[in-house]
T-cell receptor, first 115, second 113 residues
Framework: EAGVTQFPSHSVIEKGQTVTLRCDPI?????LYWYRRVMGKEIKFLLH????????ESGMPNNRFLAERTGGTYSTLKVQPAELEDSGVYFC?????????????FGAGTRLSVL | AQSVTQPDIHITVSEGASLELRCNYS??????LFWYVQSPGQGLQLLLK??????LVQGIKGFEAEFKRSQSSFNLRKPSVHWSDAAEYFC???????????FGDGTTLTVKP
């Protein structure tokens, strides 16, 4: 069974450009989460999808970030325009059901470098 | 609000020595607690979890952790460290209802030969 996959593994862009990150969850997992780790600090929650609906987007830093999950399958996270402080590692995770007791399976992350 | 503190940013141990990584959490109710490990170029891998019941939980790769409610701690231990255990370790607490996780800053483990 394929795990959570994220594309690209590394992206280098200039300030002001747009970048789109993609996450393919484990097949059949309704829950999809985005997290971000900036400057070696803690991994912070960004948002949570249940199928195609945003369950919780309280962690999204500002309106330059747009997450979508059309059809309840893969998800994209677009940053437009990118700023220097957006650099970091973006993780995606998926779980079969909703609730804290459900194990989240993480992808390897996308390392975003904004120059 | 939930929070997690990992006091040790970096720990170095000799191969074969015992290991304890500290984790303190803050959460209003009974927490769901997790330890993850991340090796270079890899995603976060779940080592073990605590939901309820026996406060000493066993995980993969010979790791265990003990939940101590009175100390709000969930420390990770291993009796004998192997060179392959060198990685970064994260403690996390998860929101009961939705599964939103809060992580500590991580502890980087270096293993000396």
């Amino acid at each position: 069974e394929a795990g959570v996959t994220q594309f690209p593994s590394h992206s280098v862009i200039e300030k002001g450009q747009t970048v789109t990150l993609r996450c393919d969850p484990i097949s059949g997992h309704d829950n999809l989460y985005w997290y971000r780790r900036v400057m070696g600090k803690e991994i912070k929650f960004l948002l949570h999808f249940v199928k195609e609906s945003k369950q919780d987007e309280s962690g999204m830093p500002n309106n330059r970030f747009l997450a979508e999950r059309t059809g309840g399958t893969y998800s994209t996270l677009k940053v437009q325009p990118a700023e220097l402080e957006d650099s970091g590692v973006y993780f995606c995770a998926s779980s079969q059901a909703t609730g804290g007791w459900n194990i989240q399976y993480f992808g390897a992350g996308t390392r975003l470098s904004v120059l | 609000a939930q929070s997690v503190t990992q006091p040790d940013i970096h720990i170095t141990v000799s191969e074969g020595a015992s290991l304890e990584l500290r984790c303190n959490y803050s959460y209003g109710a009974t927490p769901y607690l997790f330890w993850y490990v991340q090796s270079p170029g890899q995603g976060l891998q779940l080592l073990l979890k605590y939901f309820s019941g026996d406060t000493l939980v066993q995980g993969i790769k010979g790791f265990e952790a003990e939940f101590k409610r009175s100390q709000s701690s969930f420390n990770l231990r291993k009796p004998s460290v192997h060179w392959s255990d060198a990685a970064e370790y994260f403690c996390a607490v998860t929101n009961t209802n939705a599964g939103k996780s809060t992580f500590g800053d991580g502890t980087t483990l270096t293993v000396k030969p």
